[in-house]
């Protein structure tokens, strides 16, 4: 009869496979639709990875200790109820130095992520674009517009594929954070220390229905916002004059500002617009992740290690993603109904809400002006 833990390796291997055997397909077919090879060569710029691996790491690390209250506060929120109060308590019982625990993994995890979600999310924009053009082409409706969705279905794709970089950091980050077997533990011993808990293919893949269920409407949340609202105020800002002037409203700020403080100001407020989307949206994913991803507490398994000579050592009980989100729920349900138990995948939303929204409006001010540093236009301006 197989091991509890040869049935975990095998479902890990299955989610792996079934999630990019999706990925391949949906990917060949928006390609094949859509244009070329050659064209499809052409369309990959690697400024896209720089200005998406850049502005991820700056983003992340500079908001780390925001991440480290955060992820107290929804790992144990009887103790930590909310965000000033509990980073006085962390300060006060563990010293300054815990609230940059897991930068390491931070910036390392989350620099590759942002290079492949914004590589990735630019990459596939023309390509579904084009897919849909060449689709209602064939469908003799070749002035119909498909508005979002190739946003949108580029969104997706970059977010799966950032779950996949993702999973690992996100796990050492946040044991690093909760676990007190992870005190003062860096990056790469905190990996190793995973593996040897749970094996290579549990720590590659453990927790990925939660990842996705957060980075997925984290993306679309983030770079669909961004792009929409940043071509409305740039088409408002360019559209034809009304009445006697003959001056665009863009024309007619630049007699005072510079054109470049105006593409500032259109980053910043579509980043801030972006920031609250990507924060609702993929709140409760987050806090599914910090409970598939916290140490020990009431649910542990008791192993006696081959490595040690027999001695016993614990592990967190690995729960799939309908287990957790059940864990969740119930933790606030009771006398307070459905909407109080709902209510716990939104714990931490306030410290998230500062978190997040550093994190985005930075990242996304911080990526337009590198791209344009790399010789890219502004997002939304062509």
């Known amino acids: 009869m197989p091991s509890k833990q040869n049935?975990?390796?095998?479902?890990?291997?299955?989610?792996?496979?079934?999630?990019?055997?999706?990925?391949?397909?949906?990917?060949?077919?928006?390609?094949?639709s859509a244009t070329p090879a050659a064209s499809i060569a052409s369309s990959?710029?690697?400024?896209?990875?720089?200005?998406?691996?850049?502005?991820?790491?700056?983003?992340?690390?500079?908001?780390?200790?925001?991440d480290v209250v955060k992820t107290r506060m929804q790992s144990n929120p009887d103790k930590y109820r909310s965000l000033l109060p509990a980073t006085a308590m962390i300060i006060k019982e563990e010293g300054a130095a815990t609230l940059v625990k897991g930068l390491g993994p931070t910036l390392v995890g989350y620099g590759i992520e942002g290079a492949f979600k914004f590589g990735i999310y630019e990459i596939m924009k023309p390509l579904t674009v084009l897919?849909?053009?060449?689709?209602?082409?064939?469908?003799?409706?070749?002035?119909?517009?498909?508005?979002?969705?190739?946003?949108?279905?580029?969104?997706i794709m970059a977010g799966a594929v950032a779950s996949l970089v993702l999973v690992p950091m996100e796990s050492t980050r946040i044991r690093m954070v909760t676990d007190p077997e992870f005190e003062g533990v860096g990056l790469l011993k905190g990996l190793g220390k995973l593996v040897d808990e749970a094996g290579l293919a549990q720590t590659l893949t453990v927790g990925m229905g939660a990842m996705l269920a957060k980075q997925i409407p984290y993306t679309f949340g983030k770079q669909v916002s961004f792009d929409v609202v940043a071509k409305f105020l740039y088409r408002v800002l360019n559209a034809p004059p009304r009445g006697p002037s003959l001056l665009t409203l863009s024309e007619t700020l630049s007699k005072n500002v510079s054109p470049e403080f105006v593409k500032w100001a259109v980053s910043v407020l579509s980043a801030m617009v972006a920031s609250v989307m990507a924060c609702l949206l993929s709140q409760p994913g987050d806090v599914v992740l910090t409970e598939t991803y916290k140490g020990c507490d009431e649910e542990c398994v008791i192993?006696?290690?081959?490595?040690?000579?027999?001695?016993?050592?614990?592990?967190p009980a690995k729960r799939g993603f309908r287990e957790?989100?059940?864990?969740?729920?119930?933790?606030?349900?009771g006398d307070g109904g459905v909407v109080y138990a709902l209510s716990g995948f939104f714990t931490g939303l306030q410290a998230r809400f500062v978190h997040v929204g550093m994190i985005i409006t930075s990242q996304l001010v911080i990526y337009d002006l590198v791209k344009q540093l790399l010789g890219l236009p502004a997002t939304g301006s062509h």
Not at 7 to 32: E, F, K, P
Not at 44 to 66: E, K, N, Q
Not at 131 to 155: D, E, H, Q, Y
Not at 324 to 329: D, G, M, N, P, R
């Open 7 to 32: 049935l975990g390796r095998a479902h890990a291997h299955r989610r792996v496979a079934g999630l990019l055997t999706i990925l391949s397909v949906i990917i060949s077919h928006v390609a094949v």
């Open 44 to 66: 990959i710029d690697y400024r896209y990875f720089v200005a998406g691996g850049s502005c991820a790491a700056i983003s992340h690390g500079i908001t780390t200790p925001i």
């Open 131 to 155: 897919a849909f053009k060449n689709m209602n082409k064939k469908m003799n409706r070749p002035t119909a517009s498909a508005g979002a969705l190739p946003f949108i279905i580029s969104s």
């Open 303 to 315: 192993e006696r290690s081959t490595k040690s000579k027999g001695m016993e050592t614990t592990r």
């Open 324 to 333: 957790t989100s059940s864990t969740v729920y119930s933790r606030h349900a």
